[in-house]
Structure formats: C-alpha cells, structure tokens
Nanobody, 120 residues
C-alpha cells in the first residue's frame, strides 16, 4: 500500500522558517510530479510547489522566492519555507503521481497533511 507521510509542520512566528518533509513508502514502480499543496480554512487547495515534467519546478505565485522544493532518493520531497507570513497558515499536503506496477495506472496520491501555523 502506497503512503505519503508528511512531517515538519508546527507553530512559528512571522519571519521564521520551517522545513516540511514527505516520505513515500510502499510498492512504487514509478513516481513523478511530486509536490506540495496547501489549504487554508474556507479556501480551495492551491499549489505551493511541484516538480513537473523534465524536472521543471512550478511555484505558486504567492511564493515569491520564499520557498524551495527539493527531493532526494526519488521518493522523498522537501519544502523549505522561509520568511513565513500569517497568510501561509494552512494544512500542507504532499502529492505525487504513482504507479505500483508496469501495467498499472498512474494515480494521484495524497498525504494526510501537516498543519503550519504562522502567528505572533
């Protein structure tokens, strides 16, 4: 069974930093499109950052150079968030497109989310 498990969320003050981690586990044949999304109360889920085809990184417009996505070992993805603002408060979700076998379809998987709260 494929799982994406996020960690690293928490409560920080404005201007501080956090590093989120996402570990993929289970039977994974291919993995791609790894990224981070977030959802604040009463708002739609939005893209934070993701690796698209060819290794190109897409960032949400609000990022403005404050966040950096990275990955290691093909399965783990990270989000370094600097200069956090109160409006960055949200649940952050890890996402990846995964196939569990040669002839199996590619499906989108989501983690359970990790809460990030930015408040003084």
């Amino acid at each position: 069974q494929v799982q994406l498990v996020e960690s690293g969320g928490g409560l920080v003050q404005p201007g501080e930093s956090l590093r989120l981690s996402c570990a993929a586990s289970g039977i994974i044949f291919t993995i791609s499109g790894q990224g981070w999304y977030r959802q604040a109360p009463g708002k739609q889920r939005e893209l934070v950052a993701r690796f698209s085809d060819g290794g190109v990184v897409d960032y949400g417009d609000f990022v403005k150079g404050r966040f950096t996505i990275s990955k290691t070992g093909g399965k783990n993805v990270y989000l370094q968030m600097n200069s956090l603002k109160p409006e960055d408060t949200a649940v952050y979700y890890c996402n990846a497109d995964i196939s569990i076998g040669l002839l199996r379809p590619i499906l989108a998987y989501w983690g359970q989310g990790t809460q990030v709260t930015v408040s003084s």
